[in-house]
């Protein structure tokens, strides 16, 4: 069995934080889960490059685009490792071979007649990188960003999205959890059949911007950062022709949080069937960290540390919290006090009680030798019921995680840690 895993690949406007390292460490949790199974993985993440917003954000800095990618995608490849996540590629989108890949993609699909030329006006959201159309804009403003978008009206080259709404709409009805958990399926379904899906504008001229894939048929224009960046998810494998592409493509699942659900619902699935390759086979979104009921974001300046919070609580615990908190698909309030509370309640009192009080008595009554399990006889109703809590926990944990239900896997398991306490504490050994 093979498993493919992916997060997105982060913008290097900003250093990164925790809702970074969420989604990151997720991913690893996964690789981790399916190579203990015993599955072949492919675990990839990295850094998205291009764009306006990056060009603006190293004038900032007072750097050159390339000084200022080189030094923030160091930030995050240096990161991962401290939070103990071992990704098996770690891609830039400025890497060569990326580049040419991008390039034979545009190549394809527009000789095959799916990229064209025009005009157009549209409300341009620099946080977003992309074009909202009127209806989209809540009283004028972006809906992520909250702020007023720029009009721009130029001559672009165009992916015949349209095309493929339909086949994406039935692509969805027909595989149920392509998208999970439902809430996003249902929000993309709806938006399939709300209306007409638009074109996607993929060209930026490079008299506006010049730092981004020049487009193989025309040298006078960049490629649009989106269609550029969820590339990587192929090029990483060594897409056309690598051993990579053709063993995990046909496993690849993506875990993104829904800020970017559209590009990855809507973009990415229409952008490989017109270049002829297979959808993936399900994109995994998760909801976001709220700080106070906002979201946790460099825009809104409220983020959070990761490596402060593991440096005070240990990776293990850090981690722990990141899953058992926050219920897939569904936001989740950051709190140190929240960390704090599953610490003492799940770690410290449930499963370090349980660790200590079998240590203990395994030193006191058994010299610190782990005896052998007694037979069935002998142990009587009591151990066979836990016996069947345990195979239930293993059995409900697998199948929960798998379902990235990782919240309510832990909690399985957190029913045999339990069990076990409860059993602890009626047969009393130390009345025995
Ligand atoms: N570069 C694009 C993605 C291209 S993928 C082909 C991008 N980058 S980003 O730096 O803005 O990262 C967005 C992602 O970071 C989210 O989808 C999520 O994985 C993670 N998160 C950022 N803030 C988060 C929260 N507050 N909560 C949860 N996840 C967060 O979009």
Same mark, same amino acid.
């Given at each position: 069995m093979r498993f493919f895993i992916s997060t997105p690949i982060y913008y290097v406007n900003a250093k990164p934080h925790l809702g970074h390292a969420y989604t990151t460490i997720v991913a690893d949790s996964l690789n981790r889960f399916h190579r203990a199974l015993g599955h072949e993985t492919f675990f990839v993440t990295g850094t998205d490059e291009h764009g306006d917003k990056i060009v603006k954000a190293a004038a900032k800095a007072g750097q050159t685009p390339r000084e200022y990618v080189d030094e923030i995608s160091a930030l995050f490849s240096n990161l991962w490792p401290e939070l103990g996540i071992e990704p098996t590629a770690f891609i830039?989108?400025?890497? /060569?071979?990326?580049?040419?890949?991008?390039?034979?993609?545009?190549?394809?699909?527009?000789?095959? +007649?799916? $990229?064209?030329?025009?005009?157009?006006?549209?409300?341009?959201?620099?946080?977003?990188?992309?074009?909202?159309?009127? &209806?989209?804009?809540?009283? +004028?403003?972006?809906?992520?960003?909250?702020?007023?978008?720029?009009?721009?009206? @130029?001559? %672009?080259?165009?992916?015949?999205? #349209?095309?493929?709404?339909?086949?994406?709409?039935?692509? $969805?009805?027909? %595989?149920?959890?392509?998208i999970r958990p439902e809430r996003?399926?249902?929000?993309?379904?709806?938006? =399939?059949?709300?209306?007409?899906?638009?074109?996607?504008?993929? #060209?930026?001229? &490079?008299?506006? =911007?010049?730092?981004?894939?020049?487009? /193989?048929?025309?040298?006078?224009?960049?490629?649009?950062?989106?269609?550029?960046?969820?590339?990587?998810?192929?090029?990483?494998?060594?897409?056309?022709?690598? @051993?990579?592409? &053709?063993?995990?493509?046909?496993?690849?699942?993506?875990?993104?949080?829904?800020?970017?659900?559209? /590009? !990855?619902?809507v973009f990415w699935p229409t952008m490989l069937k017109a270049a002829g390759l297979e959808p993936y086979q399900h994109l995994n979104v998760h909801g976001y960290? *709220?700080?106070?009921?906002?979201?946790?974001?460099?825009?809104?300046? %409220?983020?959070?540390?990761?490596?402060? *919070?593991?440096?005070?609580?240990? =990776?293990?615990?850090?981690?722990?919290?990141?899953?058992?908190?926050?219920?897939?698909? !569904?936001?989740?309030?950051?709190?140190?006090?929240?960390?704090?509370?599953?610490?003492?309640?799940?770690l410290a009192n449930d499963l370090g009680n349980l660790f200590n009080r079998v240590l203990a008595m395994t030193h006191k009554y058994f010299? +610190?030798?782990? /005896? @052998?399990?007694?037979?069935?006889?002998?142990?009587?109703?009591?151990?066979?019921? *836990?016996?069947t809590l345990a195979l239930d926990a293993v059995r409900n944990y697998v199948t929960l995680f798998e379902r990235v239900e990782f919240s309510k896997a832990l909690e399985a398991l957190w029913e045999l840690v339990r069990g076990l306490n409860r059993f602890i504490d009626q047969s009393a050994p130390w009345a025995l």
């Open positions: 830039r989108t400025t890497d /060569p071979a990326h580049i040419a890949c991008v390039q034979e993609m545009l190549s394809r699909v527009h000789a095959q +007649g799916d $990229i064209y030329f025009d005009e157009y006006g549209g409300h341009y959201c620099y946080g977003c990188e992309r074009f909202y159309t009127e &209806k989209e804009l809540e009283n +004028g403003l972006c809906p992520q960003h909250q702020v007023a978008p720029e009009y721009i009206k @130029e001559s %672009n080259y165009f992916f015949r999205m #349209s095309r493929y709404q339909g086949w994406l709409a039935e692509h $969805i009805r027909q %595989n149920r959890d392509f996003y399926r249902n929000e993309v379904l709806s938006l =399939l059949e709300s209306g007409a899906l638009e074109d996607l504008c993929i #060209s930026r001229p &490079k008299s506006r =911007l010049s730092w981004g894939v020049e487009l /193989p048929f025309d040298r006078d224009y960049v490629c649009y950062v989106w269609f550029d960046a969820l590339l990587n998810y192929v090029t990483a494998l060594g897409w056309p022709d690598g @051993e990579g592409f &053709k063993n995990f493509w046909p496993v690849a699942q993506h875990l993104v949080a829904k800020d970017i659900l559209k /590009p !990855h619902a960290w *709220l700080v106070r009921d906002t979201k946790m974001s460099k825009s809104l300046g %409220n983020v959070v540390e990761p490596l402060a *919070l593991k440096n005070t609580y240990g =990776l293990g615990a850090f981690r722990y919290f990141l899953l058992r908190e926050m219920h897939f698909g !569904h936001d989740a309030g950051f709190s140190e006090e929240a960390l704090e509370a599953r610490f003492d309640a799940d010299g +610190g030798e782990v /005896p @052998e399990p007694g037979g069935a006889a002998e142990q009587g109703e009591i151990v066979a019921e *836990l016996r």
